[in-house]
């Protein structure tokens, strides 16, 4: 009675596995099925691509125009012309470049003699072009107001110090125009006690001295070596440099937009 039990619990495992198997792989393959439902074909015989076409960067039309500018600049005749030093100057001159000034400097009966010459004011004849420039030479052209006003010119200014080996300095703001050199402030200065500058006395302006002292403060430093024989010299000298400075300036903005 006992075997008979077993057998027949035997073939009730069996048959409960082998269903069960069965159900299982039922549900594989209605599965399988629906993945292949939802994965989309392809097509074996394209072959497969990528875009490899680059975009436009948006600074390509800046870098593009900036190269033109400097493609202009290059062609101009003026930006690797050196200037002759001409005889008889007195002045050693350092020349920086991508600084916007050139420093004269001499020795003079114990004095040291320094110029800062600047970018030259051009007047070109546009009205635009020239509406800062003649706010800058305002009042320069003539040391007299009674006179009658000179058409503007062109012209160089210049910051000259004279200075001895202790004690104050003198300053000078100039504008040098082809023909002249024109004084338009002065000042006492303190290189050895700054503080003293900060609260000094600056005078009256250049303009309201009496005419006798203007012209003695003139001749003062066209005995040192400012007057208008260096002013043709100094001012094609500041316009070539111009061109060799607006050239690098190109060339670094091309490589800050570029990289």
Known sequence: MATLVRRAASRFV???WKNRSFVYSLLDQSASGRRRHLTPSVDRNVPFTTSTKKRASPTDPLLRI????????EKADDYHRVEETPSGFPFEMEDKPGGKIVTLTREYEGETVKVEVHMTNLVTGDKEDDEDDEEE?????DEDEDKPEKPKQSNVPLLVTLSKKTGPSLEFRCTAFPDRIAIKDMWVTFPDDPSKDE???EGPSFRVLDEKLRKAFHRYIEIRG????MIN???EYMINKDS???LLWLK???NFVKY
């Open 14 to 16: 069996g048959s409960y």
């Open 66 to 73: 900036i190269e033109e500018e400097i493609g202009y600049a």
């Open 137 to 141: 030479a305002e009042n320069e052209e």
């Open 199 to 201: 609260l000094a006395y």
């Open 226 to 229: 400012i007057k208008p024989s």
């Open 233 to 235: 010299f100094l001012h």
């Open 244 to 246: 060799r400075e607006h």
């Open 252 to 254: 670094s903005l091309k």
